[in-house]
């Protein structure tokens, strides 16, 4: 069924744009011209599919809607201006330009908001929504975004979350009374979450998890959210296709593309780290990769001090800064009224006597990281996943995150993206996990536009 409404919602928005671009194009007389139309029509269902447009819980909220459509037109009239100045120059003269605006303004903000939101609610509307959420969440569904459907059940709080295959499920987490630290409360939501997304696979089922902490994970694949409580989305799709196949062919094909800049600048950096640090310039770190195989993973030298190029090799500040990282959130009480956070935040070690300004420049525009194109072709690891953990990290985290290791280990992950460097270890773990049962094109991609901007962003950069 929610393969059904995607394709339900295709079919709408290419008899929108024929329609519209035909009543067009009678309208000012102009001739058709369609590798023009093709490259808009196609950049329009790209930017919708990346703002999620074909998912249903996209049209609960109007307004975020609304705001969605207004920044993916902007971003469609940005790569359609770009496309056509440098690939489509020679049909300059013959097209009009007071038509694809008006094409712009008709299908891309009238369209969307008007008849497609009416389609939208309409396939809302006869959705089976059940739900398990606490009294004010329930009132404000019930009685706003939920208002009139049809579908809409309640589930008891001990009642089984089995039920009908293509529903939706709208859970809410919350704590036990028992629980008294923030890293009880991750253990809680790591289990509540496997139990959900367990369910959600085996009947196809769209769940939708509301927790106040999800605000940690500032987590741009959120959809929906409750009385300001964000809503963490669980697929009931396994996406075999792409993780099996579609992922590791485009890594390696990515990092076969990325080979000759790394040719151009490997000298300029063995340079620069000869000078600096002498040998060797590029080092061998063991890590651990998917199913926590361990494998060596290749870094330009920052440091004067090298560790981990064996199996054993203990960095004993940097394994004592995770140990108070862990400690902390340990010994974090909850508090029931109120969100609790801790101040130590995970990143690298900065200010450390051993990194020089060479090595300080290599992190922050993140080129100490270019060997690992080797590691991607190799195939130890893939461009977008957790970040490889060394083997005395992963002893010391909790048992809960050991799911982390069920995705490929990546160069950029979604947790490092989400606030690269500014967030609690619990809650980057809880990310790196979340990745690993989740992951699929549109969420490497997600992280793959995130992480550019994250680099760009020096000051988030460690």
């Known amino acids: ?65 609304a705001s969605r459509v207004m920044r993916a037109g902007v971003i469609v009239f940005v790569l359609f201006w770009a496309t056509w100045w440098f690939l489509l ?60 459907f049809r579908h809409l059940e309640p589930l008891e709080p001990q009642a089984p979350l089995s039920g009908r295959r293509n529903e939706m499920l709208l859970l809410e987490f919350l704590p036990a009374p028992a629980t008294s630290s923030r890293a009880a409360l991750w253990r809680e939501y790591s289990a509540f979450i496997q139990a959900a997304k367990k369910e959600a696979l085996e009947r196809r089922a769209t769940v939708i998890v509301f927790n106040t902490y ?6 741009e694949g959120s959809i929906m959210e409750l009385g300001e409580i964000d809503g963490l989305p669980l697929s009931g799709r396994p996406h075999r296709g792409y993780r099996n196949l579609v992922k590791p062919a485009l890594d390696r094909l990515a990092a076969i593309l990325l080979l000759p800049i790394l040719a151009v600048l490997h000298p300029f950096i063995f340079l620069v780290t000869r000078l600096e640090f002498g040998k060797p ?11 926590g195989r361990a494998f060596p993973l290749f870094k330009y030298r920052t440091m004067r001090l090298l560790s981990g190029a064996r199996a054993g090799d203990v960095d004993p500040r940097h394994r004592e800064y995770i140990r108070e990282l862990l400690r902390e959130e340990e010994q974090t009480l909850l508090d029931n009224e109120r969100l609790v956070t801790v101040d130590r935040r995970v990143r690298k070690l900065r200010h450390r006597e ?3 300004f060479a090595g300080a420049i290599l992190r922050k525009t993140s080129l100490d990281e270019l060997p690992q194109v080797l590691n991607v072709l190799a195939g130890h690891m893939s461009f977008v996943g957790p970040r490889p953990a060394l083997p005395y990290e992963v002893e010391m985290y909790p048992d809960w995150a050991a799911a982390r290791l069920n995705a490929p280990q990546g160069i950029t992950g979604l947790w490092q993206v989400s606030g ?31 992480t550019l901007r994250s680099v760009f962003a020096f000051s988030r950069v460690y």
């Open 1 to 65: 069924m929610s393969n059904r409404r995607t394709i339900f919602l295709l079919i709408a928005d290419a008899l929108a744009f024929i329609g519209t671009y035909a009543a067009l194009r009678a309208l000012f007389g102009r001739p058709a011209i369609p590798i023009t139309a093709a490259v808009l029509f196609v950049l329009f269902l790209g930017v919708f599919w990346y703002y999620r447009f074909y998912r249903i819980e996209v049209f609960f909220n109007r307004l975020q809607y």
């Open 89 to 148: 120059k020679t049909q300059w003269p013959e097209a009009s330009r007071l038509l694809l605006v008006a094409l712009f303004l008709g299908y891309g903000l009238l369209y969307p908001l008007s008849l497609r939101m009416v389609i939208g609610r309409w396939l809302l509307h006869n959705t089976h929504i059940r739900h398990r959420l606490s009294p004010e969440l329930q009132e404000l569904l019930e009685k706003g975004l939920g208002r009139g």
């Open 214 to 219: 999800n605000s940690e994970l500032n987590h």
């Open 281 to 291: 310039t590029v080092f061998r770190q063991i890590r651990l990769g998917r199913g």
């Open 354 to 356: 051993e990194i020089s």
């Open 420 to 450: 690269r460097g500014l967030m609690p270890l619990h809650t980057s773990l809880f990310l790196d996990a979340y990745y690993a049962m989740e992951y699929d094109l549109w969420l490497d991609i997600l992280i793959a536009f995130r």
